[in-house]
């Protein structure tokens, strides 16, 4: 293929943003947002009619970039969780952004300042706007117990006790806690309701099915998104009323393709507005008039683009907005609905050349068994016709699924002149019960069988050739990607392996003690370690005990302090393979967890994935490697004679 269009700096589109994560404080005085302060990525905040360069730093965290934050409801305090090199035991951070000066940036006050505990928010509650409802581990690392935490003081208050083993609660709109749920032995799910101080059951579901409390209604019964019942497929939003148990059927998707996607809610008059469902693309059904003639203005204002409401003031006048699609990250507007004005606020990354990137379009394939696998494919901004390389790059989850719109991965590897399939095998979610538990047992068979049907998919559209194909894939796409080249070694040329687990013996024995209400799920989806059934299943489908067939070139790139997939994972498939004198690279961040963080990190790691694809697949890579980038790779690149079993 002759390229004309010349290649984007891994640095432009993997580097910190600019400006992100824009939200509206509550009383509409303010906008914060996430920029780099010193390199890592910090929060920032200024007036809602101040130019950006005026905003005020209000965090300083030197070591681990803030991901996401949220304004308390009366607007006097930031919050945002933060956990150390990956590990996910995370905290909750208040800072007062009033402190805020030119010469001063305020304290951040841990609210769950605890060793070797994992909090998470539960509720920010209306009827008092200095507390927090929290979750942390502290008494059992297995289950959270509920605290009621004050925003000012950090004093924690035990609210409940978590002796039920409940996974989650509700709350209703005068924050009283009403609900909770908890996995049954058997898998299922079971919804239980607090009753004059006691848990009292009010609805079970299988394994196989799921129930879901969204938010309560105004006349006391509850939103809940379920697919109980064997003629129910796709998941569909019903009204649950706890006195009796009735269930009324609200919505399921106009277009019965897809699961209900989700509820948009007014705070402020406490009534649904909207719903929204994913298929190829999003969708979104208007029950507010006023919201649906916003929404098709601002349609019709940034035509070609998905646009989406952020935050917004209490008041609902005020909206952060957005548009982007698969071509542009995009950009965050001030929306005023009473004026309809539209001011433009920033662009993540207002220096990647949006002209040189590539469309993404929605395909589906038929797998081994006829199944149809919805899939997303990405081409090269140059291809034309003829066979390229091509990648099939696999999600995570694996229980989640791939969407349309802009991925930063598809295109640096449309970039580099690859075709990307992006696959949603039999086992992601949202596309109906039958299509989700078609992947219960299907590791690295049914489910591996339509990653390889997209692979041949390529080649029969005369994409790609059988010899030029590579796979590639985060968390459960490394396991596919290790599946792959294990069972199927004829398939692929290459993989890359980023925090995949390859024993499925030692990923279900390491998994955190806070995923316990999980464990079960685990056990029915994957194989059972504690039957010989089980364990046949699991030995047969982790690459591990069959690296021995691997064939092809591997790259393995690991976080040494991630929870969910520890670095055993990734060594025990190196030294495997090097014991077989195999093909495999490694390395290893020891300051990352479940995924690359830090922006020195990914260009590393991209800047070795991007020659190692070039030269097994034939695309085109970036040569020159910045001296700080070199150094991370000669800090991290494991040296596999060190390793023990």
């Not at 920029?35 to 009619?49: D, M």
């Not at 002149?417 to 538990?437: D, E, M, W």
């Not at 990653?451 to 005369?462: N, R, S, W």
Request: aromatic share 12%; hydrophobic share 35%.
């Amino acid at each position: 293929m002759t390229y004309s269009t010349p290649l984007i700096d891994r640095e432009i589109l993997f580097g910190n943003p600019e400006i992100s994560g824009g939200q509206i404080s509550p009383d509409g005085a303010f906008i914060s947002f996430i920029k780099p302060l010193k390199g890592v990525r910090n929060i920032w905040v200024k007036r809602v009619n101040e130019p950006f360069d005026k905003a005020l730093s209000v965090t300083s965290d030197e070591n681990r970039p803030i991901s996401g934050y949220f304004w308390s409801r009366d607007s006097k305090f930031i919050l945002y969780v933060q956990d150390k090199g990956g590990d996910e035991n995370f905290h909750v951070y208040a800072v007062n952004p009033n402190e805020a000066t030119d010469q001063k940036i305020p304290e951040a006050k841990d609210l769950t300042s605890l060793d070797n505990v994992r909090a998470f928010i539960y509720k920010v509650p209306k009827s008092d706007p200095t507390a927090l409802y929290v979750g942390i581990n502290d008494r059992d690392p297995a289950w959270h117990d509920l605290y009621k935490v004050d925003m000012s003081s950090g004093e924690r208050t035990l609210i409940l006790k978590n002796e039920i083993q409940y996974s989650a609660l509700y709350f209703d709109l005068d924050d009283q806690l009403r609900l909770a749920t908890r996995t049954m032995p058997d898998g299922g799910t079971e919804l239980l309701q607090l009753k004059d101080e006691s848990w009292v059951s009010v609805l079970t579901c299988s394994h196989e099915e799921n129930l879901s409390p969204s938010r309560f209604h105004k006349d006391g019964r509850v939103y809940i998104v379920s697919n109980i019942g064997e003629e129910v497929d796709l998941s569909t939003l019903y009204l649950l009323d706890l006195t009796n148990g009735e269930m009324e059927e609200i919505e399921s998707d106009p277009e019965k393709q897809v699961d209900f996607g989700g509820i948009v809610y007014s705070d402020l008059r406490e009534e649904l507005i909207g719903t929204s469902y994913v298929g190829d693309k999003k969708r979104i059904y208007w029950q507010d008039k006023s919201f649906e003639e916003d929404y098709n203005f601002l349609r019709e204002k940034f035509q070609n683009a998905e646009v989406s409401f952020g935050s917004g003031s209490q008041d609902e006048r005020l909206y952060i907005v957005y548009a982007n699609s698969d071509v542009d990250p995009g950009s965050a507007y001030l929306f005023d609905r009473n004026s309809r004005s539209v001011k433009f606020l920033y662009r993540p990354r207002p220096n990647l050349p949006i002209d040189y990137l590539s469309k993404m379009e929605p395909v589906t394939y038929a797998s081994k068994d006829g199944l149809m696998i919805p899939a997303y494919l990405t081409l090269p901004k140059d291809y034309k016709s003829g066979k390229i390389p091509a990648i099939l790059f696999v999600h995570g989850g694996p229980w989640a699924r791939d969407y349309w719109g802009y991925n930063s991965y598809a295109q640096f590897l449309a970039n580099r002149g690859y075709a990307v399939l992006q696959p949603n095998f039999r086992g992601s979610t949202g596309f109906g019960k039958k299509f989700l538990n078609a992947g219960n047992g299907a590791w690295g068979t049914a489910m591996q069988d339509d990653i390889t049907a997209g692979a041949e998919y390529l080649v029969e559209k005369g994409i790609s050739e059988v010899d030029q194909i590579g796979i590639m894939g985060g968390s459960y796409g490394g396991y596919a990607t290790l599946a792959g080249l294990a069972f199927t070694p004829q398939v692929y040329a290459c993989g890359v392996s980023i925090v995949g687990p390859s024993n499925l013996f030692t990923l279900l024995e390491s998994i955190p003690p806070y995923w316990e209400s999980a464990r079960k799920m685990f056990h029915l989806r994957m194989g059972d370690p504690n039957t010989e059934e089980g364990k046949k299943m699991l030995k047969e489908k982790s690459p591990f005990f069959h690296a021995d067939q691997i064939s092809s070139p591997l790259l393995v790139a690991q976080g040494d302090n991630d929870p969910r997939v520890k670095t055993a994972e990734s060594d025990q498939i190196v030294i495997a393979m090097r014991d077989h004198d195999l093909d495999v690279m490694y390395i290893n961040f020891p300051d990352e967890g479940h995924g690359f963080a830090k922006p020195d990190n990914s260009m590393a790691f991209l800047a070795v994935c991007e020659e190692f694809l070039a030269k097994h697949l034939g695309g085109r890579y970036q040569e020159s490697v910045p001296q700080k980038i070199s150094d991370i790779i000669s800090k991290v690149t494991v040296d596999i004679q060190k390793l023990k079993y």
